[in-house]
């Protein structure tokens, strides 16, 4: 079985979390990404959360993690992102300048519960990074007319 257990409990609560961080910059994917992953990493260990899979894509946060029956999941999301945040700014010191008032991530975030559907929803966070990717080469404008070599729009 797939089952947790504490003292007197058994339990399966699984949770696909997405955040982001504050005016949706795209900070997370350049320097601080690596930071960010062993951050989240450490602090889920304390409380005794387990990251079943996640991924920092350049403006958002996929997560899927099991969260003990103990704790709710906004107690958890507000322990992640206010922690995280004062640990950012800690180790990154020139970000305070462009983050006022030590606020890294936004107000909110999205949380949906998995079920069944779990290794559907893993799959997909382990896939975000690379169908964000695949969707910015998408939209890149074209300046060559790949089938002539011709510049395109110019007269």
Same mark, same amino acid.
């Given at each position: ?97 462009? +983050? ?8 909110? +975030? +999205? ?31 074209? +300046? ?12």
């Amino acid at each position: 079985m797939d089952n947790s257990s504490l003292a007197h409990t058994m339990w399966t609560c699984k949770y696909h979390i997405v955040f982001a961080p504050k005016y949706r910059r795209k900070i997370i994917y350049k320097k601080i990404r690596e930071d960010i992953i062993h951050i989240f990493k450490e602090l889920c260990k304390r409380k005794g959360v387990e990251i079943i899979a996640g991924e920092c894509c350049p403006d958002d946060v996929h997560m899927l993690i099991s969260i003990p029956p103990k704790y709710s999941v906004s107690e958890v999301m507000g322990y992640l992102k206010g922690k995280s945040s004062l640990m950012v700014f800690e180790r990154h010191a020139n970000l305070k300048y462009k +983050y006022g008032n030590r606020h890294f991530w936004c107000r909110g +975030y +999205y949380v949906d519960t998995v079920g069944k559907n779990a290794k559907k929803i893993e799959e997909y966070v382990r896939n975000q990074l690379k169908e964000d990717l695949e969707y910015d080469q998408m939209s890149l404008k074209e +300046y060559i007319d790949p089938f002539t070599g011709e510049p395109v729009g110019k007269a």
